[in-house]
């Protein structure tokens, strides 16, 4: 199936998405800090076949215009919500993964009865000793003339998502994490001024949490899913972090299964 790509106008600038599928519910996939709409490149034909699926770039990463200065959690929501009005979308659903599913959780606070369901993985109920290490394993932006800052960048990412065998993920994390270098921890740093805990105990659409097996984010998942009244869990033997790249048919199939249900 074929992925389209596009551009819509914004208050605050132009948002990117990919997109596929032409029938079926309406459903919105966001990114991990600090990729973009790519993360969701494998899984799209996939979930096009029952879904009109659209994979949107937050603002300042990706191909999405940035903003002029670090914007909190509910500044990412806003433009979002106003990019998915500009498709002429009424009701839809909302799925995430770490950062994504923060900012899916603030568009679904935002827009309220439009949302139908929603599909989470590592929703970052962070303490802050778990915000400050996944910020120190970040990093922030400063380029060096010996190149060493992208080599930093590449650990990162091989600590995230793990050895040889994820090599073309962490290729793509990194690439996508170096065209937007300057603003790469904006963010982390906007999840960790946002409290989830009061928008997932008012949640009131079917909502699902998977956890991947290897996902380090899987404690906090699992914290979040127990503050949503009737939430369903599923868990993923094997699962790497990012399951939309790494088992995109398998990510797919539990969203059918579950928009289905």
């Not at 989470?120 to 778990?130: A, C, I, N, Y």
């Amino acid at each position: 199936m074929t992925i389209r790509r596009g551009y819509v106008d914004t208050p605050m600038g132009q948002v990117h998405f990919r997109q596929a599928g032409d029938r079926g519910p309406p459903m919105f996939f966001f990114h991990q800090t600090p990729l973009s709409s790519r993360q969701y490149e494998r899984a799209l034909p996939h979930l096009g076949r029952f879904c009109r699926a659209f994979a949107m770039d937050t603002p300042g990463y990706g191909l999405s215009d940035g903003p002029s200065s670090p914007p909190m959690v509910t500044d990412y929501a806003a433009q979002l919500i106003a990019a998915i009005d500009a498709l002429g979308i009424g009701k839809f659903a909302v799925g995430g993964f770490a950062t994504g599913s923060c900012v899916a959780l603030a568009i679904a606070g935002q827009a309220g009865p439009r949302i139908t369901h929603g599909v989470f993985s590592g929703m970052p109920v962070l303490t802050e000793e778990r915000m400050k290490h996944y910020a120190d394993r970040l990093g922030v932006p400063k380029v060096e003339r010996d190149g060493s800052h992208l080599k930093q960048v590449w650990d990162s990412r091989v600590d995230n998502y793990g050895g040889d065998e994820e090599l073309d993920q962490i290729q793509m994390a990194v690439a996508q994490t170096v065209l937007i270098y300057e603003r790469m921890h904006w963010g982390l740093l906007a999840v960790g001024k946002f409290d989830l805990r009061p928008i997932l105990q008012s949640l009131e659409i079917p909502t699902l949490f998977l956890m991947a097996e290897h996902d380090k984010l899987v404690p906090e998942n699992r914290i979040a899913a127990s503050l949503v009244k009737g939430s369903r869990t599923v868990s993923i033997p094997g699962g790497r972090p990012q399951v939309c790249w790494t088992m995109p048919e398998r990510y797919a199939s539990l969203v059918k299964e579950f928009l289905d249900a």
